[in-house]
């Protein structure tokens, strides 16, 4: 992908994970003002308050289709993310500063596509259910404990769980 990564480590929930959102989404609508054509938004668990995480912040951004926010792959350089071809075909993902020390992650996902509302049903329903959040954090230190130096292996890990949750939403 892009070299060297960082292992897969959970910590305890951090309330400064939503100040970093915050602060990022305004350099973020800076930068990608041409492209947007609805939110940024905080997804996966760092925007779940009280919810164990890797300490990532997981941005998506709402745009009109991939061809059309290429340009946005070099806009957000300036703001340190790198691009990787991950999942391209549903989206644009990014990285920030470096694969061996990440801070941030950014999805640039059209908007209202199957993706995008895949991302904000799963984020709304462990905001509002504890016991689903709490099952989704036992399974996270178990896939982190299972596959701390494989990606793939730890997101694959969590597959049905997303699934369940996202078939049983209201």
Not at 13 to 27: G, I, K, S, T
Not at 47 to 58: C, E, Q
Not at 61 to 88: D, F, M, N, Q
Not at 145 to 168: H, M, Q, W
Request: glycine share 6%.
């Amino acid at each position: 992908m892009l070299g060297k990564e960082a292992p897969i480590q959970i910590v305890p929930y951090d309330p400064e994970w939503a100040q970093l959102f915050l602060e990022e989404r305004e350099a973020l609508y800076r930068a990608l003002s041409p492209w947007l054509k609805g939110p940024i938004e905080h997804i996966g668990s760092t925007s779940v308050p009280g919810l164990s995480a890797k300490p990532v912040i997981d941005i998506m951004a709402a745009v009109g289709t991939l061809k059309e926010s290429e340009g946005a792959i070099s806009a957000v350089r300036s703001l340190e993310y790198l691009h990787a071809p991950y999942r391209h075909e549903v989206m644009h993902w990014f990285c920030k500063p470096h694969p061996s020390f990440r801070t941030h992650h950014l999805h640039l996902v059209p908007y209202e596509s199957p993706l995008w509302a895949a991302q904000i049903t799963f984020r709304n329903r462990l905001r509002e259910d504890r016991n689903i959040a709490a099952e989704y954090a036992a399974l996270k230190r178990t896939l982190a404990a299972s596959f701390p130096n494989d990606r793939e292996g730890y997101t694959d890990g969590k597959s049905a769980f997303i699934g369940r949750v996202l078939d049983t939403s209201p």
